[in-house]
């Protein structure tokens, strides 16, 4: 790493990468003066010193965003009723007791596990995945049909 494209972190005082500091476009480098784990690290202890406050805040944020989250849903039911339909045929297994979810294909974890269908026509046809796991499948998936992790 050359020194004239590292940054200095003032709070843990690490001389890092440039992709390791946030966007600030007010800034004239364009970066946030403190690094990605200095900002999580300071704004995780302000939640844990007034979770009160964070309830409050995170609370008037749903009720703001709910109108059009629950317009995302709709659309999102209207465009794909063979997913919702599977999501609910599994769903209704696992609390009958017909289905029991496995752990994770990728990491073998059993929390967060979530049912992953490669055919919604197939709905107890799934693979489990931590949503962690499912995430990351699903991105490596988009780059294989865009061309590849280079485009």
């Known amino acids: 790493m050359s020194d004239l494209c590292a940054i200095r972190c003032p709070r843990c005082g690490d001389t890092k990468p440039p992709d390791e500091f946030g966007i600030n476009r007010s ?4 970066k946030q003066s403190y690094c990605r784990l200095c900002t999580l690290s300071v704004d995780r202890a302000r ?5 009160e406050k964070v309830r409050v805040i995170n609370r008037r944020s749903y009720q703001r965003h709910r109108p059009a989250r629950i317009a995302d849903v709709k659309e ?3 465009k794909y009723p063979e ?3 599977a999501k609910a045929a599994i769903k209704a297994a696992i609390q009958a007791g017909d289905l029991i979810r496995g752990s994770c294909f990728a990491c073998l974890s059993t929390e967060n596990v979530q049912g992953h269908h490669e055919d919604y026509s197939k709905p107890f046809d799934v693979i489990w995945f931590c949503s962690s796991c499912h995430r990351t499948y699903h991105r490596f998936m988009e780059r294989l049909e865009n061309g590849g992790p280079n485009e």
């Open 27 to 30: 800034k004239r480098s364009g």
């Open 47 to 51: 939640r844990r010193a007034n979770p």
């Open 76 to 78: 999102y039911a209207a």
């Open 83 to 85: 997913r919702i339909a």
